[in-house]
């Protein structure tokens, strides 16, 4: 098992979690060594519906999409709660049903409804004082104190970065376990959230790749002070990028043998899987027989 996040959170070293979206991007994440995994709500939106990330994603989608995953894989995960879907009550309700079903990290934003993607323009914040109302709900919510509350700003985009730095100190005061100061503009922003609170509570650095902030590697982003570093969508951006591809040639070519080299094939897959364990588990609870005594058929 994999330590609790909370307490690889005290380690020096920065920690990279990549966006995942279902159980099988989060099972190849945990394959590949990662520590943590992002599951984003806008990969969420992609994927389950065909969508833009403009809110149109339910409470009981991502329960549902967590579930799956931390039933698959124990590697600690990180969830987009949006703006936990209401007001503090359904504030609460998020994150209840989000511990159950397995998240190590919830992180809650302080826009307005519909919210938006962080990179996309025309976002709206709603009030300090509302959001820390909807903050203290969450921790009081929670069962397990390990169970970490990630408080999240727009407000660099709305109000500039100033009044997005007094929002993450109320925001912190409330007893938040980590800060997410979104779309920092440039590396002299990045650094001046750092100066402020690195040394104080774990920051969070979202790299979207064509987004509002200058996209860097998680190396260096641990030394300007980022204690955690996501690529959320990247995940969906690559899958897109690859079905493209796949359908394209697939349909120019009317085979599969063009692509035969960027596929896993049919063992390939359930070796990733891990079907032959799976059977192999099937097996030690299976009857001896599948053709019953006649005695028994009655």
């Known amino acids: 098992m994999h330590a609790p996040l909370k307490q690889r959170l005290q380690h020096g070293t920065v920690l990279l979690a990549p966006g995942i979206y279902d159980a099988l991007t989060a099972l190849v ?19 389950r519906l065909g969508r833009s990330d403009i809110g149109l994603t339910t409470f009981t989608e991502v329960q549902d999409t967590l579930a799956r995953i931390t039933e698959r894989v124990d590697t600690p995960v990180i969830v987009d709660a949006d703006t936990g879907f209401g007001n503090a009550l359904n504030v609460q309700r998020t994150v209840r049903g989000f511990e159950r079903a397995g998240a190590a990290m919830i992180q809650l934003e302080d826009q307005d409804f519909p919210k938006r993607c962080g990179h996309l323009d025309g976002k709206a914040v709603i009030r300090t004082a509302e959001m820390c109302g909807k903050l203290r709900a969450a921790l009081d919510a929670r069962h397990d104190a390990g169970t970490l509350i990630l408080a999240r700003t727009d407000a660099v985009a709305v109000e500039g970065l100033e009044a ?5 100190e109320s925001y912190l005061a409330c007893g938040v376990d980590a800060l997410f100061i979104e779309a920092l503009r440039t590396p002299e922003q990045m650094d001046i959230a750092c100066k402020r609170f690195a040394s104080r509570v774990p920051l969070l650095a979202n790299m979207v790749e064509g987004g509002k902030t200058p996209v860097q590697d998680a190396n260096e982003l641990g030394q300007r002070g980022f204690k955690i570093v996501i690529f959320p969508g990247g995940t969906a951006r690559a899958v897109a990028h690859t079905l493209q591809r796949y359908y394209q040639s697939l349909q120019a070519h009317q085979t599969t043998l063009p692509m035969r080299d960027a596929m896993l094939d049919f063992d390939q897959l359930n070796t990733l899987i891990g079907t032959p364990e799976l059977l192999a588990l099937g097996d030690k609870y299976a009857p001896a027989t599948d053709i019953l005594p006649r005695a028994d058929r009655n």
């Open 29 to 47: 994440a945990q394959q590949s060594g990662f520590e943590a995994l992002y599951l984003s709500g806008a990969s969420i939106a992609y994927t």
């Open 164 to 168: 997005a730095l007094e929002r993450a």
